[in-house]
């Protein structure tokens, strides 16, 4: 599946935006990609998942596990996990960091790979990957649904990334005029509060 073909995914489900909107990160851009819109069709989801995890088990072969960030993850987390045979885990936030919950355990040695669905940075993979390690587990590569960074997202680890995008992305203070002046949404779901 290439760049072309996820986009078709995302379009096809209303999922590709514009407009003003603040990014998990914090960034803001004027492209969202409402993943969840996708992942509410099992068939869209699948055939995004099954390319992802043909393609990581091209490149580093079959993992023990696989470990998502929640709570945007969980979904292509799962799908992936399901088509290569493997555990789906999940880690989440508590105190603000991420932590394996739910009596979650990784095996000492392990191979993970930790999968999100869009990034920007990266950051929400290089959090996750704190408890991964503490839990003993070796982190084989990282991979996404779509890399909007064009391919800079610095994880730390080897990327695969079904689709690589270059949508620019501003710090708050450096946001282009005529980005700034369409009212800004927040529509992740990083900072919702319970």
Known sequence: MNTEQVLDE???????????????????SPMFLQKNLVFQFPERTARLCKALAEQIEAQFGKPDVIVSPAVG???????????MGVPALYVERED???????????A????????????????????????????????VCCACIVDRSGG????????????????????????????????????????LRA
Do not use: M, Q
């Open 96 to 106: 603000g960091e991420f932590r394996l919950r739910r009596a979650f355990r990784i």
């Open 152 to 191: 800079r997202a610095d994880v730390g680890y080897p990327l695969v990334a079904l689709a690589t995008l270059d949508v620019p992305s501003y710090a708050p203070d450096a946001i282009p005029p005529g980005l700034a002046a369409l009212p800004a949404e927040e529509p992740g779901s990083k900072r």
């Open 108 to 139: 000492p040695g392990a191979k993970v790979v930790v999968i999100e669905d869009v990034i920007t940075t990266g950051g929400s993979f290089r959090e996750a990957i704190v408890p991964i390690e503490a839990a003993g587990g070796v982190v």
């Open 10 to 28: 995302f379009r096809g489900a209303g999922a590709l935006r514009e407009g003003h909107f603040i990014l998990a990160s914090g960034r803001h």
């Open 73 to 83: 993850a969980i979904i292509p987390g799962y799908e992936t996990a399901r088509w």
